[in-house]
């Protein structure tokens, strides 16, 4: 039992951190390749906020995701043994 609510935790950590940065990273990689004005001095840094904020949204899905993941694991194990 304890095994599993350290996996629960340890997987929802994952995603919690995983997700953000892995939608941090896309939306930026995004937005500099189809909008010309990304990085440039007239930009103020308006593109690489836009993907922070959208990074920082994700957190919380990214928690979720990570503890459904851990509890449908431990479900599917059950079931098999």
């Known amino acids: 039992m304890i095994g599993s609510i350290a ?12 997700l953000p940065i892995a939608t941090t990273l896309l939306v930026l990689a995004l937005s500099h390749a189809f909008d010309p004005r990304c990085g ?8 690489e906020m836009g993907a922070v904020s959208i990074g920082v949204l994700a957190a919380l899905p990214g928690l979720a995701i990570g503890v459904a ?4 694991q431990e479900w599917r194990k059950r079931q098999r043994g």
């Open 7 to 18: 996996r629960v935790v340890i997987y929802g950590l994952l995603g919690l951190v995983g």
């Open 40 to 47: 440039t001095p007239g930009d103020s840094g308006g593109c």
């Open 69 to 72: 993941l851990a509890i449908f």
